[in-house]
């Protein structure tokens, strides 16, 4: 699940769960195309995987200070968040897992919860998670408080970080080698 290439490149599977309606899909977008597109549905390419499960499945490399690049292959579920019997087909050889809730959704925090522990239990030995409060711009509507998820994430040794999509708020630093997820999954 962590492949080097030619010494210099780095290749780490990547997968993003979470409810539906999180933004999982907006976060991708706005990591690699700097775009948010509320109104586009499927706005990833069709996964190699395969029309029956329907995955999406984009890439995108990042510079380390010397001179590695490590290649992210991002897994975005296309809306099946609901099918969980299909969940271990994107996480399956994952070396992270970005585990994304809705800052406004208590629902979606629990449900984040159960994605650690089922990640715990059957995800890839070693994997590195990261929790992910999305729709920081909505403070005025939040339900979870940010001191919730600095403590699940801190019980459970993952990276945490609130995250805009709208706004691109945290987008890079949560996989900048030198606070994000990157750093933690080449080590
Ligand atoms: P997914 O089902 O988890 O992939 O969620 P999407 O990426 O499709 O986003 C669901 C909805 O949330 C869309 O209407 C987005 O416009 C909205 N959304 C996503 N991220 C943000 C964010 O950071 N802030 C706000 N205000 N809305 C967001
Ligand atoms: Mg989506």
Redo the contacts with the bound molecule.
């Keep these: 699940y962590l492949t080097f290439l030619m010494n210099k490149e780095a290749c780490v599977k990547l997968v993003l769960l ?10 991708v977008l706005r990591f690699v195309r700097g775009q948010f597109d ?1 109104t586009s ?1 499927f706005m990833l390419c069709t996964s190699a995987l395969g029309v029956t499960v329907g995955a999406s499945f984009l890439s995108q490399t990042i510079a380390l200070q010397d001179s590695t690049t490590v290649k992210f292959e991002i897994w ?1 579920t296309a ?1 099946q ?1 609901r099918y969980a019997a299909l969940a271990p087909l994107y996480y399956r050889g994952a070396a992270v897992a970005v585990i ?1 809730y809705d800052i406004t959704s208590p629902d979606s925090f629990n449900k984040a919860q159960y994605w650690v522990k089922e990640l715990q239990k059957h995800g890839t030995p070693d994997i590195v998670m990261a929790l992910v409060g ?5 403070q005025e509507n939040r339900e979870v408080s940010a001191q919730d998820g600095i403590d699940y994430a801190e019980k459970n040794g993952m990276f945490f970080i609130e ?5 691109a708020d945290n987008i890079n630093q949560l996989f900048e080698p030198e606070a994000g997820i990157c750093n933690r999954a080449i080590v």
């Design positions: 979470g409810d539906s309606g999180v933004g999982k899909s907006c976060i509320p549905k975005d809306g968040e994304v999305n729709k920081a711009d909505l995250t805009s999509a709208k706004t």
